[in-house]
């Protein structure tokens, strides 16, 4: 191993943590001192990549929760850092004390899914879906799942573990594929079908037919020109109900409950399942870890400030948005939703995306009001008025303190925000919690 690049990079590491800081540094540091820095910090580990445009970070958190369980040695990257520099940060900390052998469940960034799998030996893929997301980056979802696809034949001996309900996935030339889905759906036939992707067979150009439907395009399929159909699914839900805060779950025959609200959170706590019944692990086990503080910075947070709950949302595509806010029917009105939207880099420059997503749940919430800001504050407010929302229930204003105060008055404040709004706000909390 490049001893300097280690030094640098890990007293780099110790150092920030100390200041109450995370970030890439200590990686891009390593990294520019030895390329094959990586290379060299993951060669006794082996190796489980969780990657996709949705879920990457839930999904990655089961996994190394229920292997926690399940007696694993295990690290991870759970700060969400997906990129190489991130990655190599996080193999930067301390290995686990222990005799047994090290693992390690590792998000990465679709985009870079193939520089990491050609640094590293890799023992699984866990894929959850590609969906559009920041158009200026990634490009339609053909070029994000070639890009993918590029770093799974770099990885031609590891298990892939797949959602078989995105009919692309099934194009995949593995050795070793397993596939997960749903078993039942909302019955539909496809049609009708708006602002959705990779509706059309990959085999043949046809328009899919769908016999039912979760969300999106996820679902069982089958192509009325070619016969393409979903694959048989390895690991399928069988049943399942949604609440507030949960979800329970029957997955072959078994019930489980997780502790997430949402469908997203069921195809993620399905596809954590999968991938650890492909190692052998128990049901008690993966119950169990699953029930592990699942929690990540601004994705479906729960902030408990002194006398206000704040529940913090990430958004940052079409079907993201859409998902999130199915949720708000879980809770009784009156609500504040607080819609921040920026177009920073991290954003996505672009923000028209907004306007892919169904926001018609909005128009229904009619005894709630509603709090938008941000850099595209503008195309936010205009957004709202299309869905019917009345001027009168919507603030408007880009001065984050302003938001602070809004979500601190407010009895069931619920945040919509993109990648850099997310932060901030979540910050401005924070601080104004600890100043009080």
């Not at 520089?115 to 959850?128: C, D, F, R, S, Y």
Request: charged letters at 25%.
């Amino acid at each position: 191993m490049n001893k300097l690049a280690y030094g640098v990079g890990r007293s780099l590491r110790m150092v920030l943590r100390k200041m109450g800081r995370g970030g890439n540094l200590p990686g891009k540091v390593a990294n520019a001192i030895s390329p094959s820095i990586l290379t060299e910090l993951t060669k006794d580990y082996k190796i489980i990549l969780v990657t996709g445009t949705n879920g990457k970070t839930t999904t990655t958190s089961l996994i190394y929760q229920i292997l926690l369980e399940a007696g694993y040695s295990v690290l991870s990257n759970r700060d969400g850092s997906n990129m190489t520099q991130g990655i190599t940060t996080a193999f930067l900390q301390k290995s686990p004390k222990s005799d047994k052998e090290k693992w390690a469940v590792i998000e990465v960034d679709e985009a870079y899914l193939r520089k990491v799998t050609k640094l590293i030996q890799t023992e699984a893929i866990v894929l959850t879906n590609i969906f559009r997301d920041q158009m200026d980056r990634y490009g339609e979802i053909y070029t994000t799942f070639k890009l993918l696809n590029e770093g799974i034949v770099r990885a031609p001996e590891a298990k892939i573990i797949s959602n078989g309900d995105f009919p692309l996935f099934s194009t995949i030339k593995a050795k070793d594929c397993v596939f997960f889905g749903f078993e039942k759906g909302t019955v539909h036939d496809g049609s009708g079908l708006k602002n959705v992707c990779s509706l059309i067979c990959p085999s043949c150009g046809t328009i899919l037919n769908y016999s039912q439907i979760t969300y999106s395009n996820l679902g069982d399929y089958q192509c009325p020109g070619c016969g393409k159909r979903r694959p048989e699914l390895d690991y399928a839900v069988k049943d399942y109900h949604l609440y507030e805060n949960h979800s329970d779950v029957v997955i072959d025959d078994t019930h489980f409950t997780v502790p997430l609200p949402g469908l997203f959170n069921v195809y993620n706590f399905l596809g954590a399942y999968a991938l650890a019944k492909s190692l052998g692990i128990t049901n008690e086990a993966i119950q169990k870890g699953s029930m592990k503080n699942l929690e990540r910075q601004g994705r479906q947070e729960h902030l408990h400030l002194d006398e206000t709950d704040v529940i913090l949302h990430l958004v940052k595509n079409p079907v993201g948005l859409t998902e999130t806010i199915r949720l708000l029917s879980f809770y009784p009105e009156p609500l504040t939703v607080v819609f921040l939207l920026n177009n920073q880099d991290a954003d996505g420059v672009d923000e028209s995306w907004v306007w892919d997503a169904d926001l018609s749940l909005f128009g229904t919430l009619t005894k709630s009001r509603f709090v938008i800001g941000g850099d595209c504050e503008d195309t936010v407010y205009l957004r709202l008025r299309v869905e019917g929302i009345e001027d009168e229930r919507i603030t408007r204003t880009q001065d984050f303190d302003e938001v602070h105060r809004e979500i601190l008055s407010s009895q069931t404040p619920i945040v919509l925000a993109s990648y850099t709004a997310n932060r901030r706000i979540r910050s401005r909390l924070i601080q104004g919690q600890q100043a009080d």
